[in-house]
């Protein structure tokens, strides 16, 4: 077996993607391939996926839950274009590729933007803290954890603004009050399921109340949540397996268990980082992702050897993301600690050699 640090899609536990290969063959006598979205079989699996979203986020009353299509990429636009008010102005905290791709969005969907803050002067490596939210804008718009850079917000910007959050590579993995938010919106690919399905979790308040010129029937929320994920058709498989996953949170703790699994895994690594000396963190202390760890080698020198190391013991998906360089080791809900321990030990054996 290999150790899966890839930042997404990314590591599902075993039992989900065994579970997952015999539905290939055999959802109630027909594939889950080939099973029609209409089917009551299929409705049922929906309703249920649906439903423990809620159950694992605690969603409150007075909030709607979707799967739709497009990615985070196409929340970006999703969220401009339902959450836009008279204003025509939404606040973003800018911390990296990610954050920044969401505000191009907010601006070609018609919005003006102002850059409430920004990590870029110094290469998204912290998450900016002092910053003023001004009134006049429609939302407040903030990505929980930078997937590339490995920053994680610990606290929701406080703001009487709808907050509005891409919570891609964080949902699932700590507690989150969702009645902080308005709009939530993340690609599955990391915590919750295969690529395809993109999930919504939206305020029902806010539903309905857009300014926006031109809405496609697809991208209004309000309509996808009227027809129950179903307007078209959607991401069957995705859907299927993100429920599986979502059973298997359920059934191991939940979201509480889960993030102390996960708060484990990112002690045991940071720790090493911090005491060998062959090792540094790449990002802020106070702002270290508990999903992606970023690291560098203080011997560049050395990478060739490290390399080698590493992928000997069975890891893949280390190298940091083209933009930033060093290592990221993604640590999502599914990957087991042994796995990190096999990290440590590398790093560990890396620095003896020194
Ligand atoms: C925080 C965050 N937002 C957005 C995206 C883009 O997601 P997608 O590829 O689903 O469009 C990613 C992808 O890794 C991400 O990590």
């Known amino acids: 077996m290999k150790h899966n640090f890839g930042a997404g899609p990314c590591i599902l536990p075993q039992e989900v993607f065994k579970e997952a290969a015999a539905a290939v063959l055999d959802f109630n006598g027909l594939s889950i391939l080939e099973v029609s979205h209409r089917h009551k079989d299929f409705v049922a699996v929906m309703d249920e996926a649906l439903d423990l979203v809620k159950q694992a986020l605690n969603v409150p009353k007075g909030y709607s839950v979707a799967f739709l299509q497009g990615g985070a990429t196409l929340g970006f636009t999703i969220a401009a274009l339902n959450m836009q008010r008279e204003h025509q102005r939404a606040g973003y905290i800018n911390t990296g590729t990610w954050a920044t791709g969401a505000i191009k969005e907010a601006q070609k969907m018609g919005l003006a933007v102002d850059v409430l803050a920004s990590s870029e002067d110094q290469n998204f490596s912290y998450i900016p803290k002092d910053y003023v939210v001004p009134a006049g804008l429609d939302y407040l718009h903030f990505t929980s954890n930078n997937t590339i850079f490995g920053t994680q917000f610990k606290d929701v910007p406080k703001t009487t603004l709808p907050l509005v959050c891409d919570m891609s590579s964080d949902i699932f993995s700590k507690t989150i009050n969702v009645s902080d938010f308005d709009f939530i919106y993340a690609g599955a690919q990391k915590n919750l399921g295969p690529a395809g399905a993109t999930l919504y979790i939206v305020k029902d308040d806010a539903l309905g109340k857009s300014t926006a010129k031109f809405m496609p029937t697809y991208l ?96 893949v998906g280390l190298p940091g993301h083209r933009s930033v360089g060093g290592y990221r080791a993604s640590m999502y809900n599914s990957l087991p600690i042994e796995s990190v321990q096999v990290l440590v030990d590398v790093m560990k054996e890396f620095n003896r050699k020194a």
């Open 220 to 315: 209004d929320l309000k309509q996808q949540i009227d027809k129950e994920s179903m307007l078209n058709t959607p991401p069957v498989f995705s859907v299927y397996v993100a429920m599986l996953n979502l059973r298997h949170l359920l059934a191991n703790g939940g979201v509480p268990e889960q993030q102390k699994r996960n708060e484990a895994k990112a002690n045991l690594l940071y720790s090493e980082i911090d005491n060998n000396p062959s090792f540094k963190g790449a990002v802020s202390t106070e702002d270290r992702s508990h999903m992606n760890a970023t690291f560098l080698l203080t011997n560049e020198e050395r990478s060739a050897e490290f390399d080698t190391m590493w992928k000997d013991a069975g890891i």
